[in-house]
């Protein structure tokens, strides 16, 4: 399909473990952004990437994350020793240009749900 | 960016216009209000977005006031389909597309 495709759709993790999670954006899309999105909340805002560098980390919540998009397009978040808390849908998103063009859309995909035990 | 505030949940009658409010009493010249909605297990889809004036396009309207401090979003004939969260995100012009999202409202439409 020609939207943005993440996996794994499920992860199902132990406590102290390490997780990647990707994203495949939408072919052309230069740039990528990361959400994570907690039961019962609206999307936050992880980290943001316009080709290959990141723009804007400033949503990793600590040191634990990490996101890399070597090439401009597929990118990877990284988890080191999971806890409990970073449970959660995270989302994946991508966009045609940036930094702003008043068109704005982001194109999300469906998650990537992690549990951690 | 400017916050918006949002009813946590409104119901609407299937067939009939749904009408979804927002104050973005602090939103400034160069700021965008965006809508966005999250069906079930689904991720946020966009719907329309405006400056000042008011917006049509296939799937809602968007009707600005003219101090622009607030905003409604119209379905105007909701189906099942409709049922989700809708995020009403004002974003500034020099914000990358960093979209930030609020509670946003809890939609049901009911037959």
């Known amino acids: 399909g020609a939207g943005v495709s993440q996996t794994p759709s499920n992860k199902v993790t132990e406590k102290g473990k390490y997780v990647e999670l990707r994203c495949d954006p939408i072919?052309?899309?230069?740039?990528l952004y990361w959400y994570r999105q907690s039961l019962g909340q609206g999307p936050e805002f992880l980290i943001y990437?316009?080709?290959?560098?990141?723009?804007?980390d400033s949503g990793l919540p600590n040191d634990r994350f990490f996101a890399v998009r070597p090439e401009g397009s597929v990118s990877t978040l990284k988890i080191q020793r999971t806890e409990r808390g970073d449970s959660a849908v995270y989302l994946c998103a991508s966009s045609l240009t940036g930094p702003w063009s008043n068109t704005g859309e982001l194109f999300f995909g469906e998650g990537s749900r992690l549990t951690v035990l | 960016d400017a916050k918006t505030t949002q009813p946590p949940s409104m119901d609407c009658a299937e067939g009939r216009a749904a009408n979804l409010p927002c104050n973005h009493s602090t939103i400034s010249g160069n700021e965008y209000v965006y809508w966005y909605r999250q069906i079930h297990s689904q991720g946020p889809q966009y719907i329309i977005h405006?400056?000042?004036n008011n917006e049509t396009n296939e799937m809602a309207s968007l009707i600005i006031t003219e101090d622009r401090k607030s905003s409604t979003l119209i379905l105007p004939h909701a189906t099942l389909r409709d049922t989700a969260v809708y995020y009403c995100?004002?974003?500034?012009?020099?914000?990358?597309?960093?979209?930030?999202f609020g509670g946003g409202t809890r939609l049901m439409v009911k037959p």
């Open positions: 405006g400056l000042k």
């Open positions: 072919s052309g899309h230069t740039a």
């Open positions: 995100i004002v974003v500034s012009n020099n914000a990358g597309n960093m979209l930030t």
């Open positions: 990437f316009q080709g290959t560098g990141a723009a804007d």
